[in-house]
């Protein structure tokens, strides 16, 4: 063994999804958006001056956080902005998970959660689902070090209310509450509206998923002043300039198209739901999606064999080999167009 090995920091790195490169596959395993982000995108990109790239980008990304501000209705003090919602979440981990105590978060939940609790060298415990995959909000209630939830739930798609958010915060009063809203605007009302009660609530969001984004990379985060402030400290001590211009500019002009954002985030929803009835009248069985993606299960037929049998056909989903959850296929919703082929070779595999 060389000498340098053992001061090596180790970590068991988090596995994305897989970007197959083929042209004619469906790719429905990491819950993009199958529909263009906002035309205005397409015009700042074009327009786009290349000179502006010998500068440095604004560090405080101003044009994107007041876009952002100006769409949420808040002050540009509670926005932070970093590169794609696992940046952002990374960030708050460094910052605010910095206790002896353990962090909380579910045991069925955003499997990059453990990983930077080991990067970090942050102790955490898994609280269990029940036996419906939903939250039980009293396993939030012991000492802890701080809590991170997604809401909806990934890989389950499940929502839980704004009143279980609520009981949750009610009980932790002095550790921040990180609410992982990556697929909120597919699902019900955002813990955004909680934010002004609770000065240790931080909301997580992407334009990765509803913005049809992912590429860019960017995510943000919502909070108090402070808490914001404090992110932007670690941002600050560990690199001034993660947003590039491209994607400030960009990002800026994509929040400013309400009218498409809302049209876009409605047909995944109706896509959702006619998807939902054709799995069911096949036998699929899963919780209520309120998310782009589907976390079905068929009782006859077993999980691993189906997704590598979908994969034959380059029809790409998520499969997860892990405990209570190895039988479940995580489909992201895609175009109607799309979702007809899967059911059909579905119809197919379970006739
Ligand atoms: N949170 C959850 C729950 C997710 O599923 C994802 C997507 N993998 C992310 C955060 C990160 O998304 P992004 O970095 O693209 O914003």
């Given at each position: 063994m060389k000498l340098w090995e053992d001061k090596v920091r180790r970590t068991i790195p988090y596995t994305p999804g897989e970007q197959?490169?083929?042209a004619d596959l469906i790719k429905l395993n990491t819950n993009e958006n199958p529909y263009p982000p906002a035309p205005g995108v397409e015009k700042v990109k074009n327009a786009m001056d290349t000179d502006l790239l010998r500068l440095y980008p604004d560090p405080a990304a101003g044009v994107l956080v007041d876009a952002l501000a100006d769409f949420y209705h808040v002050d540009k003090n509670q926005v932070f902005v970093g590169v794609g919602s696992d940046d952002v979440l990374s960030v708050a981990f460094l910052t605010f998970f910095n206790s002896e105590k353990p962090v909380l978060?579910?045991?069925?939940?955003y499997s990059f959660y453990p990983v930077w609790a080991g990067i970090y060298r942050i102790p955490y415990e898994t609280c269990p689902l029940d036996e419906d995959f939903r939250i039980r909000p009293e396993d939030y209630y012991k000492d802890n070090g701080g809590i991170v939830f997604p809401n909806p739930n990934a890989p389950t798609a499940i929502y839980e209310s704004l009143d279980t958010?609520?009981?949750i915060l009610k009980h932790n009063r002095d550790v921040v509450v990180i609410v992982d809203e990556a697929y909120i605007d597919f699902a019900g009302k955002s813990?955004?509206?909680?934010?002004h009660k609770y000065d240790n609530l931080l909301v997580v969001q992407t334009f990765s998923k509803s913005r049809s984004m992912a590429g860019i990379?960017?995510?943000?985060?919502i909070g108090c002043p402070e808490l914001i402030q404090a992110m932007n400290d670690v941002k600050y001590s560990i690199n001034s300039y993660t947003m590039n211009l491209p994607s400030l500019l960009m990002g800026a002009e994509?929040?400013?198209?309400k009218d498409y954002f809302y049209d876009c985030v409605d047909r995944i929803k109706a896509t959702r739901e006619r998807t939902k009835k054709r799995l069911a009248a096949l036998g699929f069985e899963f919780p209520?999606?309120?998310?782009?993606?589907?976390?079905?299960?068929?009782?006859?037929?077993?999980?691993k064999a189906l997704f590598e049998a979908l994969r034959r056909e380059n029809i790409f989903?998520?499969?997860?080999?892990?405990?209570r959850i190895d039988q479940y296929l995580r489909i992201t919703v895609g175009t109607d167009e799309q979702m007809d082929v899967l059911i059909k070779f579905l119809e197919k595999y379970t006739a």
């Open positions: 197959p490169q083929a978060f579910p045991d069925i939940t958010v609520e009981d813990a955004l509206e909680l934010i990379r960017i995510g943000y985060a994509a929040v400013k198209d209520d999606s309120q998310a782009n993606f589907i976390f079905a299960r068929h009782p006859r037929y077993d999980g989903v998520r499969y997860f080999n892990q405990p």
